[in-house]
C-alpha cells in the first residue's frame, strides 16, 4: 500500500471519527496510541481532530500475555498519559488488529490508571484473526490475509504497511 | 560468576554481582527501571508481568529498606511474596541449608532474594538450588551488594546524564562495604572519568590501586571538584579489634559537613545507602540538604529491583 493511500485512509478515519463524535456529542475526548504503530497513526489523528488535551502514549509490554514465553523486551518506553482518565471518553489506537491480545493489555492498563466513562478503537488496518472478542469502531480498512501473514506499520516518516510471511 | 549470571544467551539469570557484566547488560538494567518508574505512577501501581510467580524474601542478615523494596518491588509486579527471617525460622532448630532449600523448592517457588553475612552466599545458593529457581542476591558478607549499586547508578544517570566525565569518591568504609565493592565494578564499567575512595588507612583495603582508584587520606582532598559523593556508613558491627579511635573522632575527620562539602563541584550530589548515622560519617544538615539525593534512592530502588527480577525472571523461557 502506498503513502498516499495511508494518508487516505488516515483522513477518511478522522472525519468518520469527526462525525461520530459530533452525534455522540463528546467533545472532550482524550486520544491514546499504543506503541509504535499505533502512536504514529494517532499522532495524526490528533493533529487532524484538532484535540486540545495532549497524547497519551501506551506502551503494554508489562502486560502482555506472553511475559513467561518470550520475556520482557529489552527497550520498552515507559507508558505516558499526561491526564486523568477518570469519566472521560478515550479513543484508543493501534495501527493493525490482529488477535485483540494488544488492545485486551491496553484496555487493562489503562483501567490501571482511572475508570474512563467509555473507550473506543480506532485501528488504521483490520484483519482477520481474531483469538478474543474485541472489535473496532473505526476502521482504516479492513484486509482478509492468510494466517501466515504478517502486516505491520513502519514509520514514521512515511508512513507505508509491510507485509511478510512469518512461515 | 558470569557463567552462572547469565544464560547461554547472555541474558540475567541470577543477579549475583556486577563484577564482570557488561556495560551494555548494565545500560539495559537502568533503561528496563526507567519503564518501571511510571509503574510507580498510576492508581494502582501494579504491572501483571509477575503474576503467579512466588518470590522469598531469604534474608540472614537484618535489613529493613533492601527487604521493604524487594517486597514492594514484589508486590508492584504482581508477585506473591514470603518474607524468611531466618533468625526466627528453622536454621536455629539446626536445619541446615541446602535442606532448607529443598524445602522451599517443594514450594514451588520462582526466585530466592537472599542476603547472607557469609560472601558467597547468593553463588554458593545459585549453584545448589533447581534450574527453574533465580537467585538475587541482596548483600553478602563484604563481597557484592549488586542492586544497591545499580540504584545508585541510576540516581547518578538521572542527574548527571553521562557517566563519562564524572568524578565519584567513595568515602568511609571502603574495607567492610559490599557497597563499595559493587559500586567500584559499576563506576568503573559505566566508565566514569575518575573514581577515588576517602577513608583512614585503616578501613581502606590494601592493593585497592588496582581496581583503578585513587586513594586519598584526606577528606577535603579527596573531595576536591567531584560531581558525586557516596558516603558509606560505618559498619561497626563488622568491625574486628581497633580499627576507629572513636565515632566522635572519625566525624572529626571524615565526617561529611557543609563546610568540607565547598570543596566538591557546586552541583555535586550526595548520596548514602543508608541506613545513615547522623553525626558519624554525616551532618544532618547535609543528609537533608538540597545536594543530598538519598531518598531518591530509596524510590530509584524499587524500579531497579522489578527491573533485575522482571529480566531474571523473564529468561526462564519455557523449555518444556
Known sequence: MSINQIDMLLNSMASYLKNKLKFQQRDAVLMIGIHTGGVWVAERLHAMLELSEPLGQLNIAFYRDDFSRIGLHPHVKPSSLPFEVDNRHIILVDDVLHTGRTIRAALNEIFDYGRPASVTLAVLVERNGRELPIQPDVIGCSLCLDSGKQIKLCGPEPLYLDYKNTR | ?320
Open chain 2, 1 to 320: 560468576m558470569n557463567a552462572i549470571q547469565l544464560d547461554k544467551e547472555g541474558h540475567l539469570k541470577h543477579f549475583i554481582g556486577i563484577e564482570g557484566l557488561k556495560r551494555a547488560l548494565l545500560i539495559e538494567i537502568l533503561d528496563t527501571a526507567t519503564s518501571f518508574i511510571s509503574v510507580g505512577e498510576k492508581a494502582v501501581k501494579k504491572a501483571p508481568i509477575l503474576r503467579g510467580k512466588t518470590i522469598i524474601n531469604l534474608f540472614f542478615e537484618p535489613s529493613t529498606r533492601t527487604r521493604t523494596t524487594f517486597e514492594l518491588a514484589s508486590k508492584r509486579l504482581s508477585a506473591d511474596v514470603l518474607n524468611f527471617n531466618i533468625n526466627t525460622s528453622s536454621s536455629s532448630k539446626g536445619e541446615n541449608l541446602i535442606d532448607m532449600l529443598r524445602n522451599l523448592e517443594a514450594m514451588h517457588c520462582d526466585m530466592f532474594i537472599v542476603r547472607h553475612n557469609a560472601a558467597g552466599a547468593a553463588h554458593f545458593i545459585a549453584q545448589h538450588v533447581a534450574p527453574n529457581i533465580s537467585i538475587i542476591n541482596a548483600g553478602d558478607g563484604q563481597h557484592e551488594h549488586p542492586t544497591q549499586a545499580m540504584l545508585d547508578m541510576y540516581t547518578i544517570r538521572q542527574h548527571k546524564g553521562d557517566f563519562a566525565p564524572l568524578r565519584v569518591a567513595l568515602v568511609g568504609d571502603i574495607q567492610h562495604s559490599r557497597v563499595a565493592r559493587s559500586n567500584i565494578y559499576a563506576l568503573q564499567t559505566l566508565g566514569v572519568s575518575e573514581l577515588r575512595v576517602v577513608g583512614p588507612k585503616t578501613l581502606i583495603p590494601k592493593g585497592i590501586e588496582k581496581f583503578g582508584v585513587k586513594v586519598f587520606n584526606d577528606l577535603k582532598t579527596g573531595l576536591r571538584d567531584v560531581d558525586v559523593i557516596i558516603m558509606l556508613r560505618l559498619q561497626r558491627e563488622r568491625m574486628r579489634g581497633a580499627l576507629l579511635p572513636s565515632a566522635h573522632e572519625y566525624f572529626h575527620y571524615y565526617g561529611l559537613t557543609q563546610e568540607v562539602l565547598k570543596v566538591a563541584h557546586p552541583e555535586a550530589i550526595v548520596m548514602h545507602p543508608g541506613p545513615i548515622n547522623r553525626g558519624v560519617e554525616i551532618e544532618s544538615k547535609v543528609a537533608d540538604g538540597k545536594r543530598s539525593v538519598i531518598l531518591e534512592q530509596v524510590s530509584n530502588g524499587i524500579a531497579i529491583r522489578m527491573a533485575v527480577m522482571a529480566m531474571t525472571l523473564g529468561t526462564q523461557r519455557e523449555t518444556y
